[in-house]
């Protein structure tokens, strides 16, 4: 067999123990959906030479805006930025936030060049305020690159895409951070298992998931990234959702019941994910990636728009270097007559991310304000969402995330009618712990996504536009998205003057009659829930929180 052509700037004897070339040295598949079975079975990744045609023709197939630098550039600029400095001691561009280049087999000419393609691209895109998966992106086309102008001008590409439906980098902190926090609303929904330990394990669970990225573009070997960026380059942005969470998944399975290896799990995650080899290989986790069933894309990218509008309305914004961003359920702050700090932040840790930012305001305490079905609607009216919290007679605790206002009730004329989102979800705390959420989280083969109409287009929603006329922050699992079989896997919440009711179909999660003072509980469809304590039952205590936001108090 022949010597793969690898270029000047690769490590070929780390090479050849890293990836083998044995595979097919065409591809003539034009179909993307064919490509895409293809790209996740590793068609091309057994060969080097394969794999960079393929990569040259998907990112010379990305729309980009009109004036994009190309190789040209890269010759005419390169001289003039990087100077006479031996590129090995280049700094680093700011926007990297202090992020290593990864070696990738890389020869020391190699590491030097991708310093230099770095300093050019902040010369050309002044607007780059933080991107910390860069280095790893062009450390990885640089193996597939004929010099060190192509690469700039694959990574530019890339950068300068510019079809509204295509996600490829982040490049603000406020995109990067919404992301960060989409992410850990994902681990919420789909990994509830690794995210009790991370909870159990760190202070702010929020920063271990803030490091999502590095452990794709940083930590994973060469040729796990480059599986999984061949992956990406086919189908965008929510590969990269799917094998983190699959990472998390196996780190789990690994560490659960085991100390921690450090004084921290960041670190741990960062360790394992580095030797990964030990644990998994490419093929077993990308197959566990896409095991996951992952929302649409659309409610993904809503639930994105959601986390960038509260990144803004706490005053993080595009041109932001870095600010660390808080789970704030504080001990000095907290009093509640039913769930003590610890529960509380167990509860926190539950609610979607861009909430999980905001302190706990008690809206109503049935110990403060009477046992009144009236008054508890009015001291909630105009919070969204709420958290409701009930004690049993028997010292029985369980409750509700509300997404939405309880002002809704009076759309129906004086009707019950049920309310909300698939954000919804029920719970208990004692005797025991259990959360139930929407029931097509887990069984999204209920559902099918909706016929498209005019008024609703494959283009994503655009930033400046909203489907929601309230324009509230929380549009994600909105019921009309879903093509449900019945109204009965849909019913969130109703409110009326003698009852309360919280899941509904074959059943309620829970009821709670006008004077607060008794009430039960059973299966329901929408939640799909055992009964969350005694099935009837008489209150000793119920509270209403809100969520207020830190620099409001």
């Not at 991708?114 to 305020?129: E, G, H, M, T, Y």
């Not at 399975?253 to 030797?275: H, M, N």
Request: net charge neutral; glycine share 6%.
């Amino acid at each position: 067999m022949d010597s793969p052509g690898y270029n000047c700037f690769v490590d070929r004897d780390k090479m050849d123990a890293a990836i083998q070339d044995l595979g097919p040295k065409e591809l003539s598949c034009t179909e993307l959906q064919e490509l895409k079975q293809l790209a996740r079975q590793g068609y091309w990744a057994q060969s080097h030479a394969l794999r960079g045609k393929v990569y040259q023709r998907l990112i010379r197939d990305i729309p980009c805006r009109t004036v994009t630098p190309d190789a040209s550039v890269y010759s005419d600029i390169v001289g003039k930025i990087v100077g006479k400095h031996s590129s090995s001691y280049l700094p680093l561009p700011e926007f990297v936030d202090n992020t290593q280049v990864p070696s990738y087999c890389l020869n020391a000419r190699g590491e030097g060049a991708v310093r230099k393609i770095l300093l050019c691209i902040a010369n050309q895109f002044p607007d780059i305020s933080f991107c910390p998966a860069l280095p790893a992106v062009v450390a990885l086309l640089l193996h597939y690159s004929i010099d060190e102008a192509e690469c700039f001008e694959k990574a530019c590409r890339i950068l300068a895409c510019n079809d509204p439906g295509r996600r490829l980098i982040d490049q603000s902190f406020l995109a990067f951070e919404s992301s960060c926090m989409t992410f850990g609303d994902l681990v919420n929904k789909y990994c509830q298992a690794a995210h009790k330990l991370m909870v159990a394990v760190s202070e702010d669970v929020l920063q271990v998931y803030a490091d999502w990225q590095r452990w794709l573009f940083g930590e994973l070997p060469l040729c796990y990234f480059a599986r999984v960026f061949d992956v990406f380059l086919v189908e965008g942005y929510k590969v990269l959702y799917r094998v983190a969470l699959a990472i998390l998944k196996f780190f789990h399975k690994v560490r659960a019941g085991q100390p921690l290896e450090s004084d921290s799990v960041k670190q741990d995650i960062r360790t394992f994910v580095k030797d990964i080899a030990k644990t998994v290989s490419p093929e077993k986790l990308l197959e566990k990636a896409f095991a996951i069933r992952l929302f649409s894309r659309k409610e993904i990218q809503l639930l994105q728009m959601a986390n960038e509008k509260a990144l803004k309305q706490k005053g993080i914004t595009v041109k932001q270097k870095r600010q660390f961003v808080h789970l704030a359920v504080h001990a000095e702050n907290f009093r509640s007559e039913i769930v003590s700090v610890r529960e509380m932040r167990d509860i926190w840790s539950w609610v979607p991310e861009r909430f999980a930012l905001c302190q706990p305001l008690l809206l109503f305490s049935s110990l403060q304000h009477g046992y009144s079905l009236a008054r508890f609607y009015f001291q909630c009216e105009g919070h969204e969402p709420t958290l409701l919290l009930i004690k049993t007679t028997q010292k029985e605790v369980c409750g509700a995330y509300l997404s939405t206002d309880w002002s809704e009730r009076n759309k129906f004329g004086g009707k019950l009618g049920f309310f909300g989102t698939g954000e919804c979800f029920v719970f208990r705390l004692q005797p025991e712990v259990q959360r139930y959420e929407w029931v097509v989280i887990k069984h999204p083969e209920l559902t099918k996504p909706p016929p498209l109409t005019a008024a609703e287009p494959t283009a994503p929603l655009s930033h400046s536009a909203s489907s929601d006329p309230a324009d509230r922050l929380s549009p994600f699992l909105a019921t009309r998205h879903f093509n449900l079989p019945s109204k009965t896997e849909s019913m969130f919440m109703a409110g009326g003057s003698d009852c309360l009711i919280v899941g509904g179909g074959g059943g309620q999660a829970l009821y709670i009659d006008g004077d607060l003072n008794r009430g039960r509980t059973s299966h329901c469809d929408t939640f799909n829930n055992q009964p969350l304590c005694s099935e009837n039952f008489l209150i000793a205590a119920v509270e209403a929180w809100g969520f207020q936001d830190p620099d409001t108090q």
